[in-house]
């Protein structure tokens, strides 16, 4: 039976051989038209971006730094309490008198900070950007041959009027 099967599907192969034919030509068209195919892709991309805004500041921010003036007050209060102070006391009273007169210096710095102003005041800050970008991916053609208008996509850009030359392969067969 198998036998049969193969002998049967044998002679229809070599049969419809004899009853079809197909023929390859070289043609030539004319480029009407190119359409630009284009694929988009979209992805996230981190970029380091300047911020500013408008701040109050104090005008003089050195004001709680213990600096030259503070040193001179310490001073003065320190003579100041050695001049009071008696016997035993008198180590004890120079070093209030110092730490007095540090203190008023800084108090007096505070008062001058009440002022405020307007600054810009800026960092930079890493923000996330959406990127769209575009890339061809080929052409549509749309040629003009034997009196027919096709469109055939290439990996090949032509410009409108250019003369292309396209294989042709015509198949007959009975019925």
Avoid: W
Avoid at 41 to 64: F, G, H, L, M, Y
Avoid at 83 to 89: A, C, L, R, T
Avoid at 147 to 162: A, H, K, M, Q, V
């Amino acid at each position: 039976m198998l036998k049969k099967f193969f002998l049967f599907g044998s002679l229809i192969l070599l049969t419809s051989n004899a009853y079809s034919k197909t023929n390859f030509y070289q043609v030539t068209g004319s480029v009407s038209a190119v359409e630009v195919l284009k694929a988009y892709s979209t992805q996230k991309v981190p970029r380091n971006e300047k911020r500013c805004s408008i701040q109050r500041v104090p005008v003089n921010q050195d004001a709680n730094k213990f600096g030259a003036d503070n040193f001179i007050g310490a001073l003065i209060g320190g003579a100041i309490g050695n001049q009071i102070g008696d016997g035993g006391g008198k180590a004890g009273a120079t070093a209030i008198g110092a730490l007095l007169g540090s203190e008023v210096i800084r108090n007096e710095k505070q008062k001058t900070n009440q002022n405020f102003v307007d600054k810009e005041v800026c960092r930079v800050q890493k923000v996330i950007h959406t990127e769209t970008t575009e890339q061809v991916t080929g052409y549509r053609l749309i040629i003009d041959i034997d009196g027919e208008t096709i469109s055939l996509n290439s990996n090949r850009s032509y410009n409108p009027g250019d003369l292309i030359t396209l294989t042709k392969e015509v198949s007959y067969s009975l019925n």
